[in-house]
């Protein structure tokens, strides 16, 4: 595949994915890009993978992963941490599913993108994540469960 065509079929889907892992549009545009520019050093004008997607998409996981071990990312945390402690917290009207998906830890987040929104199977995400199926399976259900507790506790505060 050309590397131009790769970067016009991929980019906004690499951009909701990113955006999905690191909450911020900036970082995921400059984590996309990273991405890129990744693959054109390894292969210049043409790419030459069996699985395009499967191994952009890895790229792009990895560099998110990469950046929540970041100085920069811990800096950002623990600046929005004192400053939540300062403001009070508003509760929206509704309930969203991504807002809440978003608040689950990393690991179980990854796993409940890539299976209900890229609608990947357990086998594909287990070789893009380098886990065993049987890990991606315990986290979906893991995931699923603590979904449902912050969904759960979210509309208790909606309707109290």
């Known amino acids: 595949m ?3 065509d790769a970067v016009e079929q991929y980019t906004t889907y ?8 690191v909450k911020d549009k900036q970082v995921a545009e400059d984590i996309v890009q990273d991405t890129f520019v990744k693959i054109y ?3 210049g004008e043409t790419i030459k993978v069996e699985k395009v997607k499967s191994y952009i998409v890895t790229i792009t996981i990895n560099r998110c992963r990469d950046y929540f071990r ?3 990312y811990k800096k950002v ?3 929005e941490l004192l400053d939540r402690q300062e403001k009070v917290v508003h509760i ?3 309930v969203s599913v991504t807002q809440s998906i978003m608040q689950l830890p990393v690991k179980y987040r990854e796993v409940i993108i890539l299976y209900y929104y890229d609608e990947q ?7 893009i994540l380098k886990i065993p199926v049987g890990t991606v399976k315990t986290r979906l259900q ?5 979904l449902k507790g912050i969904i759960t506790e979210e509309e208790v505060r909606i309707n109290a």
Do not use: C, M, V
């Open 77 to 79: 945390q623990l600046s």
């Open 142 to 146: 893991k995931g699923r469960q603590l």
């Open 70 to 72: 970041s100085w920069h």
């Open 14 to 21: 690499l951009l909701k994915l990113s955006y999905l892992y």
């Open 2 to 4: 050309k590397f131009e």
């Open 121 to 127: 199977g357990t086998n594909e995400i287990s070789s």
């Open 92 to 94: 929206p009207d509704q």
């Open 41 to 43: 050093a390894q292969f």
